[in-house]
């Protein structure tokens, strides 16, 4: 326990101190996001802090890989993946970037993961399932990365239920590390922002994710579904605006403040309360992943869509009160 404190922080530590840097070069390069219509902020704010983030989720990939030899090939390909998103979130932030090009190099990554997995013995269903999750990670966080805390906050609650959930291993201490990482980041995002995480954060904490869904999943495969669970509120609100600015034939790639956070937090004039509200949810979300990891598969679906469908609810509710 005390080995697994000093990891925690000593990652926390590494981001919080890469943060203040990162602000810095933000501030000098005037690497600024602007308020508008389709911003949520009053002011402008330095962004591409999740960099801190990145740098320490790598370095822990890198001492475990080279700590767990036997994990080492799937560890280094995580970490390739890692780069790519990352420096593709990196160079938009500096400079808009097509948004077909950061989904080809998303892929790429996605698939980079998912061939290390091939590799180490697990099925192609396995590598796929790696790509999909990347893809859909990725632009969940990069959409939902919109108010103070909101998507650094969701990345740590389900960075915290997946360590728990992994229990020990290599892939349980890059969850660890993660989730020091994204706290000791968070401070300086929540409940004032002084520095947003960028593309290149948000894209980042996505992948990670992703990656840690789909090795818990080779670990409860009988009851996938409630690993979903983390990830039901962003899932549900991005899917669902999505969905429906596809329907009214707009630009759903284009920045926008339609989702329910969005609104909400307009609504009331204020991020923190929206985003303590998702924390809850999430929080009760994994709570209960953990609680019911053990139901039978037909269970945990149901457990599964009854958290799905309050989600839905609440997507609902909030959408009618924007109207």
């Keep these: 326990m005390l080995l697994l404190s000093g990891w925690v922080l000593l990652h926390l530590v590494l981001a919080a101190g890469l943060t203040v840097l990162a602000r810095r070069y933000a501030m000098a ?11 949520s902020h009053r002011v402008a704010t330095p962004r591409g802090g999740g960099i801190s983030i990145v740098v320490a989720t790598l370095t822990a990939s890198i001492v475990l890989a080279l700590y767990w030899p036997e994990h080492a090939p799937v560890l280094w390909c995580f970490a390739a993946g890692l780069v790519l998103v990352a420096a593709v979130g990196w160079l938009d932030d500096h400079r808009p970037l097509s948004p077909w090009l950061r989904l080809v190099v998303q892929a790429v990554a996605g698939a980079i993961l998912g061939a290390g997995l091939y590799g180490s013995g697990e099925t192609m269903l396995t590598a796929a399932l790696a790509l999909v999750l990347v893809m859909v990670l990725v632009n969940v966080w990069n959409f939902m ?44 995002n929540f409940p004032q922002a002084r520095i947003f995480l960028g593309d290149v ?77 998702y924390g809850l949810f999430t929080l009760g979300a994994v709570l209960s992943m953990l609680w019911t990891i053990g139901l039978r598969p037909l269970e945990a679906f149901w457990f599964t869509a009854f958290w799905y469908g309050l989600a839905a609810w609440a997507w609902v509710v909030q959408q009618r009160k924007m109207q």
Excluded: N
């Design 29 to 39: 390069r005037q690497l600024l996001d602007q308020p508008g219509e389709r911003r």
């Design 145 to 188: 990365d919109g108010i103070d805390g909101l998507a650094s906050s969701q990345a740590l609650i389900a960075a915290v239920g997946a360590g728990l959930l992994l229990g020990s291993g290599p892939w349980a201490l890059l969850a660890a590390g993660f989730a020091g990482a994204v706290a000791g980041f968070l401070p300086f």
């Design 201 to 277: 954060g948000s894209g980042s904490l996505g992948y990670t994710l992703a990656a840690l869904v789909t090795v818990a999943w080779l670990e409860r495969p009988a009851t996938w579904m409630l690993l979903l669970l983390p990830i039901c509120a962003f899932f549900v609100d991005t899917a669902f605006t999505l969905a429906r600015r596809i329907i009214r034939r707009e630009q759903w790639w284009a920045p926008h403040v339609q989702h329910a956070y969005q609104g909400w937090a307009r609504r009331i004039g204020s991020h923190v309360p929206v985003t303590v509200a």
